[in-house]
């Protein structure tokens, strides 16, 4: 039986699915379960309001947005619920996401949007920022979420090593 999942991705496009795919896999590391969503705030308002509506009691504990040009989708999310909302800008205009950027990150007082990178780098991000507010609550968690910043130190500490190693 699958585990109930705790946080909704949620994107505007399927063309959006390659880089929200990259939260999934951040989550996925730290083994909490998630659950992807197409959800328009432009094209299926009344769809994208109904899966809000509903999520808390599914057990949705974290909301990431991810939508390209207007980038409404986070906004309009949060909005709607009490849920924490993670936005991540994406790059689908000529724009290359510039315009995503700021429509994520103005957001009007108390509508509160935590805003993340444009791309990919977002998206990840998105995902460990998830995963660091669900283990305000969860010890075990915590833990992993030590063990990955721990891992990252020191990739950066060998990636230094090999770098002396090559200068004379």
Known sequence: MAKR??????MGSESDLPVMELAAKALDRFGIPF???????????????DYVKK?????????????????HLAGVIAGQT???????PLASSPLKGLDSLLSVAQMPGGV??????VGESGARNAGVMAAQILALSDAALRRK???YKEALASEVGEKNR???RRRP
Do not use: F, K, W
């Open 162 to 164: 090999r770098l002396q």
């Open 35 to 49: 659950e992807l969503r197409i959800c328009s705030a432009h094209r299926s308002l009344h769809a994208t309001l």
């Open 5 to 10: 999942a705790l946080v909704g991705i949620v």
């Open 145 to 147: 979420l030590v063990s």
């Open 55 to 71: 999520a808390e009691a599914r057990g949705i504990q974290v909301i990431i947005a991810g939508a390209g040009g207007a980038a």
């Open 82 to 88: 009490t849920l924490p909302v993670i936005g991540v």
């Open 112 to 117: 509160a949007v935590a805003t993340m990178a």
